[in-house]
Structure formats: C-alpha cells, structure tokens
T-cell receptor, first 112, second 115 residues
Framework: RKEVEQDPGPFNVPEGATVAFNCTYSNSASQSFFWYRQDCRKEPKLLMSVYSSGNEDGRFTAQLNRASQYISLLIRDSKLSDSATYLCVVWGPGAGSYQLTFGKGTKLSVIP | EPEVTQTPSHQVTQMGQEVILRCVPISNHLYFYWYRQILGQKVEFLVSFYNNEISEKSEIFDDQFSVERPDGSNFTLKIRSTKLEDSAMYFC?????????????FGSGTRLTVV
C-alpha cells in the first residue's frame, strides 16, 4: 500500500511551459500537506505548504482536495532552474506514528 | 537563513563497525528528526525526538539504532553494527512545533557507505 503516490515522470518540458504534478495520499487522517523540492543528491527543501483553499507563490500554485485525497502543483513559465525532483509530502499518523511521509517524487527536466 | 548542519558529509565504514552521524539543529527548534534515503528510493522516517527522549520511531529504527542529544546543540544518530543495507543518505531535520504546520528544515545530509 503506497501511502503517498506520485507519477515518477520524468517530465521533460521546454522553458516557458506550464507543468502540473499530481499526488494522492492514502491516509484520510493526514493533517498537513507540502511540496518539497529535491535536487540531485541534496536534501529536500520546502517549496510550499498546501491548503484546501489553494495557494500561490509566484509561478507555483498548489491545491488540496481532502475529499479525494489529492494534491497538485502547477508550475507556470518553467525556468531551467526548476529542474529537480518534486516531492509530495503529508504529515499525520503513518504506520503508528506522527511523521512526514514522502512520495517517491516526480522528476522535472526543463530544457532550453 | 538558519540551517541544520550535518557532519560528516560522507562516511565510509566497514560492515559491522559503529558509526555516529552528527547534527546541529536550528537553535530555537525543539523537535528533531532523522530520515534516510536509499539511493533511488523515497525519503523514509526513522525517529523523532523531543525533550530528551524519543517521541516516535519507525520499524526501520531497530535496536542497532540510537539517538542522543549529548549537549545543548548536537543531536546524534548512532548505528551500532552497520550492515550493507544501511548505505543511504541520512538527513537530520528540526522543526519549531510538533505538528506539521510549517514542515521541517532538513540538513544537507550524511552519505553513509558501508563496504
């Protein structure tokens, strides 16, 4: 049973494109939701929290649908520097303990 | 910007040896964590620590693992007798609150290679 599931990609998009990532989570008791970004062999870095009302940070828009347990991330006007793996992360009870649970990530390559 | 510091960045050890991975969390954070990531796989929770004791741990965190906060700044992960399958990137993280309100701040990791 995959707790947080993402399309692994890779997504190869040209600069300036709009790209969307999707994520589903299995535990309805999950309480907080995030997108993290991870560059190759680096640590995960918080990109943004995700709220049911939807939230935007510059070119990035995140959305949460608690009823369908679905999270999305939209990146507009992609830059070369957006190339990374995007991790869908939920916080809540998992395997008996409260923790951040990570998806395996979706790899994005933005091509000149 | 405050950061979580981890040392060493890379450790190579022989199977069966003990290793200690070190972390300095953000100074005003009270909650500390260890996660690991085997190459090509997802980031996995190991343990959380608060008020000088373990608050949560995963199935991965068996008797060969231990954590300690030996002084006011360091937070360590000890693996007593390393196995080949312990080879992974180990990330320390810290947070202001117990809840996941603001996410966690991760250190840059220690790459452990067991040979």
């Amino acid at each position: 049973r995959k707790e947080v599931e993402q399309d692994p990609g890779p997504f190869n998009v040209p600069e300036g494109a709009t790209v969307a990532f999707n994520c589903t989570y299995s535990n309805s008791a999950s309480q907080s939701f995030f997108w993290y970004r991870q560059d190759c062999r680096k640590e995960p870095k918080l990109l943004m929290s995700v709220y049911s009302s939807g939230n935007e940070d510059g070119r990035f828009t995140a959305q949460l649908n608690r009823a369908s347990q679905y999270i999305s991330l939209l990146i507009r006007d992609s830059k070369l520097s957006d190339s990374a793996t995007y991790l869908c992360v939920v916080w809540g009870p998992g395997a008996g303990s409260y923790q951040l649970t990570f998806g395996k990530g979706t790899k994005l390559s933005v091509i000149p | 910007e405050p950061e979580v510091t981890q040392t060493p960045s890379h450790q190579v050890t022989q199977m069966g040896q003990e290793v200690i991975l070190r972390c300095v969390p953000i100074s005003n954070h009270l909650y500390f964590y260890w996660y690991r990531q085997i190459l090509g796989q997802k980031v996995e929770f190991l343990v959380s620590f608060y008020n000088n004791e373990i608050s949560e741990k995963s199935e991965i965190f068996d008797d060969q693992f231990s954590v300690e906060r030996p002084d006011g700044s360091n937070f360590t992960l000890k693996i007593r007798s390393t196995k080949l399958e312990d080879s992974a990137m180990y990330f320390c993280a810290s947070s202001e609150s117990a809840g996941g309100d603001y996410g966690y701040t991760f250190g840059s990791g220690t790459r452990l290679t067991v040979v």
